[in-house]
């Protein structure tokens, strides 16, 4: 291994002990989608987008929050709309917070338009969407 391979590792390593308990996975239709673009002063950006997901075979819903903020460009976020089917990867809140009920987006895969906010190999989004079954 190189110093680059080993210094990834170990970020990889940190960053799952940290999060790990807290990384979550939820696919379902999007129930609302609000955006919120507040530019100040034409220098500095702010987006906020909140997501209501349904998930399969659930009768609950989870809300999710992504926000981004910053210099001199517009932070890009990927076209969503009502009834898509989406991948969203984030971390939950955490308990004892008064956000633990929310998931801060790290990732979001539209899977009816095939887009994702940030690329992803496609491997993985084809082996997400297999659903194995046992049957009896």
């Not at 956000?99 to 690329?119: A, C, Q, S």
């Amino acid at each position: 291994m190189g110093f680059r391979e080993k210094l990834a590792k170990y970020y990889q390593d940190s960053y799952l002990r940290k999060y790990g308990d807290r990384l979550t996975q939820i696919r379902g239709n999007v129930l609302s989608v609000k955006i919120e673009a507040k530019p100040i002063l034409w220098i500095f950006h702010r987006l906020r987008v909140v997501l209501i997901v349904r998930p399969e075979r659930s009768k609950g819903v989870v809300s999710c929050v992504y926000k981004k903020n910053r210099w001199f460009k517009k932070p890009a976020f990927i076209s969503i709309s009502m009834g898509n089917l989406v991948i969203v990867q984030g971390l939950k809140g955490k308990k004892g917070k008064e956000n633990r009920e929310t998931i801060e987006i790290l990732n979001v895969l539209n899977l009816t338009t095939k887009k994702d906010l940030v690329p992803v190999d496609n491997n993985a989004v084809k082996k997400s969407n297999k659903v194995q079954y046992k049957y009896k």
